[in-house]
Nanobody
Framework: QVQLVESGGGLVQAGGSLRLSCAAS????????MGWYRQAPGKQRELVAV???????RYADSVKGRFTISRDNAKKTMYLQMNSLKPEDTAVYYC????????WGQGTQVTVSS
């Protein structure tokens, strides 16, 4: 059964840091380009960061220089290190493939207070 489980969110003050994790099961994780997405209240889901099967990364301009995406294929887990958080980073964060989306997980809430 395919499953994506996000964790690591929470409430943090502006300027703080969080590390999100995404545990995948039921897929050949290592061959998939994976991404972190977020959805703020009243807004569409947006792509935040992508990591390819070969480890190449790219980021949305809004998070470039502050967020770092990484993966551990042996653990079938992807991470998002978020530093210098801003109130506008507040959203539910999800992980999924870059294309051909799997069933979305429940996400993890990140709230950044000013």
């Amino acid at each position: 059964q395919v499953q994506l489980v996000e964790s690591g969110g929470g409430l943090v003050q502006a300027g703080g840091s969080l590390r999100l994790s995404c545990a995948a099961s039921g897929i050949l994780f290592s061959i998939n380009a994976m991404g972190w997405y977020r959805q703020a209240p009243g807004k569409q889901r947006e792509l935040v960061a992508v990591i390819t099967s070969g480890g190449m990364t790219r980021y949305a301009d809004s998070v470039k220089g502050r967020f770092t995406i990484s993966r551990d294929n042996a653990k079938k887990t992807m991470y998002l290190q978020m530093n210098s958080l801003k109130p506008e980073d507040t959203a539910v964060y999800y992980c999924n493939r870059e294309n051909n989306y799997l069933t979305w997980g429940q996400g993890t809430q990140v709230t950044v207070s000013s």
